[in-house]
């Protein structure tokens, strides 16, 4: 069974943005054994689109059209597909209904051009996520085809919980597939590979992809067989078997991120957490932040990016600073002590460095950072030198922070 | 003139990599206005590649080939253009001497697999940029092929000196491009499209493009003519008008982030800023400092997630905590004024309000946001409903109040 990704965009073709879509399309679906053998960008342009579906037509049984579904004039590949299939075009009246109350739901007016987001082509299913965007699906003689959403996001709901398991089921005759995805921070992607080919027994058994997701380091295991508990049962003796081989590299499986493994740690031990940031400038925070209901845990922070606020505000010594530097063991040790006692927290958590591209010296070059960590048992600092933009050392110093206190955590 | 570009590579259709050469490609030609209509990416098969080329042959005048021109078994490119363009090979002696002349310089061994770069299909032009590897143009009826290698960096020195320039003075024949990429923010894409569909006359001498990019919406401007000065005065009146009707809502081209903007106004007017953050929980801080010399003009921030540090560090009031709530603008205006009497700025700027999911009530619901801006003339704070996930609760609410900022430093 082979397929293919058409994405329409004209932001696509002039080079504005990459194409999230089709790449994420591309690699859950190679993932679970599903062929592409294309991916085909274009503008919003109807005439090529309807030339583009019949090429499709030809030649894959199954076709994932993105983008254009929108209000707007140049949202153009509902008429375009309904030409290229010969289909008449219709108003979904359940869909309308379910516009009108997301819209009102929002406190949103009702426009007339909202009512083209109702019309699809007859035999359309439409695809429901309830809270986003609506797609639909098509069988068009032996092909099916699967209209989303263009805005990333709202493709990848529909993809994940519509698409994705539908073909997996329609190709699969009795085979099951399972999939994990595993994070890892810490080893390069070569190493990470070079370990994997160690454990050699994994190759016949197990389908193994490698993909950089800075800062971290993705990898997806990918089984198959006719039980899927016992699929499962390999997936978790694989995770098992790589986690002896990486030790602590290993984050966990893709469905938590770093600061919900750091929040889940914190709130299992009654633990709460305070941060004080200097080059990250906020990052530390925002992160634990996004994991909804963080306030139990995450007491809040200091954001201290001149020296005077270092001094007033975490109690670093003057002469600290004056003999080590901002970016020291000694400053960063004082900062997570001051943020750990203004908040009255158990843990208290410090980054300071030199994010660049200027503020470096020879003795501290660009990407010199400080991380202090202070416990009930004390506080101790770590240097580390990380290399990049600024906005990549940054990054890198947030989830260098916040795998210090997963691994103290354990 | 229309072209096209095909980029081929099995890693490209699994969503290993992203493409690089295409949208690297589809920029330089799209500033440099020419247009090109669709980009396809395929697997190392060549009766797919045989097939694309013979679809892209029959609408385009110009089409750019990247990958497979390697020594390897899965090198399929050129016997695959030969085939669809009924062309036959011949070892070129010369690019086979430059090959041995090359691999001896680098100290490498001859292999046979090497004579493999010399074939190339006859009336081909080899395409050598000295140092790195080399490809080849074609003409076939009425369109141009150039045949440029995978590995990005190689594919990159070949397009920039000898593909761009030949189209460029190719398609010349008098006609200049420009285009202006404007960020707007507070409006949503549908009444964008309406202010602009107004401006009647536009639609005539102008090609308007719609991107929605959370939380702001884009909008990119074309014109094309003969007279490059002229484009550009187009496109400074365009965006007069357009300004005229949006107001403030249009942020600025595209060249500029939100948070570069503010810096730069903070700079000009010697003004240091300080922010309070709840439920942002450092992503205002985050975004500031995400620009290089920020620490010129940001002095730092706070964080206070609880209660107790909103007292404690923002010396907001208990009583104001308890009658008005953590979320309400007295909360607001009080953590403005604590701020930047603490870091001693001119300006403090908060945010307290419910991210979700949980948190809110049938008063307060969740999207419930107070923005607070103190200045030298005083304190205000503004009520906002935001709707979306967590995460995009937080980045409207960072944006808006970065945004407020903006417009009072005007």
Known sequence: MLGEIIATGTELITGRVGDFNGRYVARRLHEAGLEVQSITMLGDRAPLLQTLLAQALARSQFIIITGGLGPTDD?????????????????????????????????????????????????????????????????????????????????????????????????????????????????????????????????????????????????????RGQDPQALEDDLDRLTSVLGREVGEMLLGPETHSLEEMVGQKLRQQGLTLAVAESCTGGL??????????????????????????????????????????AVSAATARAMALGVKEIFHTPLG????????PSGGSAAKPVGTVWIGLATAAGVEAKNYRFHGSREEIKALSAQTALDWLRRELK
């Open 75 to 223: 949202d153009i590949t509902v008429a375009a597909a309904a030409q290229a299939l010969n289909l008449r075009l219709f108003e979904d009246e359940a869909l309308l209904a379910r516009i009108r109350r997301c819209l009102g739901e929002r406190g949103l007016p009702w426009e007339d051009r909202y009512a083209r987001l109702a019309v699809i082509p007859e035999g359309a299913t439409v695809l429901d996520p309830g809270a986003s965007a609506c797609g639909f699906s098509l069988k068009h003689q032996d092909a099916w085809l699967f209209f989303l959403p263009g805005v990333p996001r709202e493709m990848r709901v529909l993809f994940d919980s519509f698409v994705l398991p539908f073909l997996v089921g329609f190709a699969g005759g009795g085979k099951y597939m399972r999939q994990r995805t595993l994070r890892l921070f810490g080893i390069t992607e070569t190493e990470l590979q070079e370990k994997v080919n160690k454990l050699v027994d994994w190759q016949q058994e197990v389908c193994v992809g490698f993909y950089p997701n800075f800062p971290e380091n993705h990898l997806t295991l990918t089984v």
């Open 284 to 325: 530390i925070g925002h992160r634990l932040t996004n994991v909804p209901g963080s306030s139990d845990y995450f007491q809040g922070g200091v954001v201290t990016y001149g020296n005077q606020a270092k001094l007033d505000l975490l109690r670093v010594p003057g002469e600290t600073l004056e003999r080590e530097g």
């Open 349 to 356: 958590l410090a980054v300071t460095g030199i994010a660049g």
